[in-house]
């Protein structure tokens, strides 16, 4: 996910979005666990994305 789409996003959204990313990442850690991911770096995206979304989160709260 790119950060332009995400600084278009308003708080709600932004605050959302945060949590349906973090459900997403715990649901890829735990296939990870069990052996049935194939792309480990999928993890590493989706703390990325979430890294993004909080940052859009701390700039709105300015």
């Known amino acids: 996910m790119k950060f332009v789409d995400i600084k ?9 979005k945060k949590k349906s990313m973090k459900e ?3 649901e890829v ?7 049935q991911l194939n792309n480990p ?5 989706k703390r990325r994305d979430i890294a993004r979304v909080n940052t ?3 700039q709105k709260m300015k």
């Open 56 to 58: 859009a989160l701390h």
């Open 41 to 45: 770096l999928e993890i590493r995206a």
């Open 8 to 16: 278009n996003m308003t708080f709600e959204e932004l605050v959302r």
């Open 24 to 26: 997403d990442l715990f």
């Open 29 to 35: 850690k735990m296939k990870h666990s069990l052996g």
